[in-house]
């Protein structure tokens, strides 16, 4: 039902490195986390890279769209400073880039398909086709695979289409009343959450119904022991500095 990691650090690094960058990823290491959650969409050559917002300006210096730019020039741009003079010089990674070091350091990923506005059909495409060939092998093994997730329905099933043999998430901010029924047309094996949306009915309903359960962002250990203790299967964290890893 839940084969994977049960406590992911937040885009690579939580609270203590920026965010969606090889930094982060490294800092996360450091603290013992070998599970990680990051967003995914396309530059303007049609190349994945892991940056959250759609938007310049936050915590990648520059104006515009990320779809403005091709992934070449998104990593020059400093998306680290923001966040502290030693992170200075850390580029938007491409996804190859980010797989990459995952996979040299055995760190497990829930990849977040994140598509720019309009982009949702070839965004999740494009994640999923690349997750298929850069593990291929590993779905040849029968080997623990990535878990693609998206709050985009049409990502989703685009994703499922390109590749179906990978597991999908779907995420929503409150579970919705037809929960059931949408997570069942879409194929998905978990359902993720916002924690603050949770109610301990629910969590029993998802479970009940066979489906695994994933919440985000639990920052404190009180609320991620009592999530656990309601059958939540796994979350995410920006405290990777408080909250222990758990495999």
Known sequence: MWPYPRTLAHRGGGTLAPENTLAALRCGLAYGYRAVEFDVMLASDGVPVVVHDPELGRTVAGSGHVSDYTAAQLGAMEAGAWFGPQFAGEGVPTFDAVVAYCKAQRIWMNIEIKPAPGVDVATGAAVARATRDYFAKEIAAGELLPLLSS?????????????????????????????????????????????????????????????????????????????????????????????????
């Open 151 to 247: 709050f985009s329905i049409a990502a989703l099933e685009a994703a499922c289409q390109a590749a179906p043999e990978l597991a999908r998430g779907w995420l929503v901010e409150a579970i919705p009343a037809d929960w059931e029924r949408t997570a069942k047309e879409l194929g998905v094996v978990a359902i993720h959450c916002n924690h603050q949306q949770l109610t301990r009915a629910l969590a029993l309903a998802v479970k009940e119904a066979g489906y695994g359960l994933f919440c985000y962002t639990v920052n404190t250990p009180e609320r991620a022991s009592e999530l656990l203790a309601w059958g939540v299967d796994g979350f995410c964290t920006d405290r990777i500095d408080i909250i222990p890893s758990m495999a």
